[in-house]
T-cell receptor, first 117, second 115 residues
Framework: AQTVTQSQPEMSVQEAETVTLSCTYD???????LFWYKQPPSRQMILVIR????KQQNATENRFSVNFQKAAKSFSLKISDSQLGDTAMYFC??????????????WGLGTSLAVNP | NAGVTQTPKFRVLKTGQSMTLLCAQD?????MYWYRQDPGMGLRLIHY???????AKGEVPDGYNVSRLKKQNFLLGLESAAPSQTSVYFC??????????????FGPGTRLTVT
């Protein structure tokens, strides 16, 4: 069975600094998808970034980037120039690449990030 | 374009009461999901649907039923509420035309308390 582990329940960073959130996963699949979602205090879940396993290039979305290490089954999220609005719970999620109707995400337990002024 | 909406936003139930949570999406998405979120447990999938008229069980389906009579709506029912069902419930939808990298769009959540 696939599992997703986020080993840092809580983290904090000073405004304008860089922080990295870790995520590891376990799978025997060769192709799959990985996601980072953000849940601010408003509770709204928002997609931050996604990565397809067969793509070697790390995904980047503005200040957010990932370090995808397929062999190590690691998918960390780097937030550069942290802003107060980045304060949120961050969830890592995994989805198998599969035809048919099995489109379920497997979620980590989340990392609570506080950006301090 | 409202995205994914959930009704109600808050509800308090007594043990044994029933209720239905409504999820609606206006993005013509095929897939819809119901999750519950509890402290320290992350998001757990209750039921999901891959199209109108279809439903399937997720990780924690016991005590819940669902229906997808219309493509845009996905209903979650609690027939006899229990305190263990106190949680925040999220609905999500995705288009899923592609190979699986489809973003799930989430509703704002429903906070349910069962006393």
């Amino acid at each position: 069975a696939q599992t997703v582990t986020q080993s840092q329940p809580e983290m904090s960073v000073q405004e304008a600094e860089t922080v990295t959130l870790s995520c590891t996963y376990d799978t025997s699949e060769s192709n799959y998808y990985l996601f980072w979602y953000k849940q601010p205090p408003s509770r709204q879940m928002i997609l931050v970034i996604r990565q397809e396993a067969y793509k070697q290039q790390n995904a980047t979305e503005n200040r957010f980037s990932v370090n995808f290490q397929k062999a190590a089954k690691s998918f960390s999220l780097k937030i550069s120039d942290s802003q107060l609005g980045d304060t949120a719970m961050y969830f890592c999620a995994f989805m198998k690449h599969e035809s048919g109707n099995n489109r379920k995400l497997i979620w980590g337990l989340g990392t609570s990030l506080a950006v301090n002024p | 374009n409202a995205g994914v909406t959930q009704t109600p936003k808050f509800r308090v139930l007594k043990t044994g009461q029933s209720m239905t949570l409504l999820c609606a999406q206006d993005m013509n998405h095929e897939y819809m999901y119901w999750y519950r979120q509890d402290p320290g447990m992350g998001l757990r999938l209750i039921h999901y649907s891959v199209g109108e008229g279809t439903t399937a069980k997720g990780e924690v389906p016991d005590g819940y039923n669902v229906s997808r009579l219309k493509k845009q709506n996905f209903l979650l029912g609690l027939e006899s509420a229990a305190p263990s069902q106190t949680s925040v419930y999220f609905c999500a939808s995705s288009y899923s035309l592609g190979q699986g990298d489809d973003e799930q769009y989430f509703g704002p959540g429903t906070r349910l308390t069962v006393t």
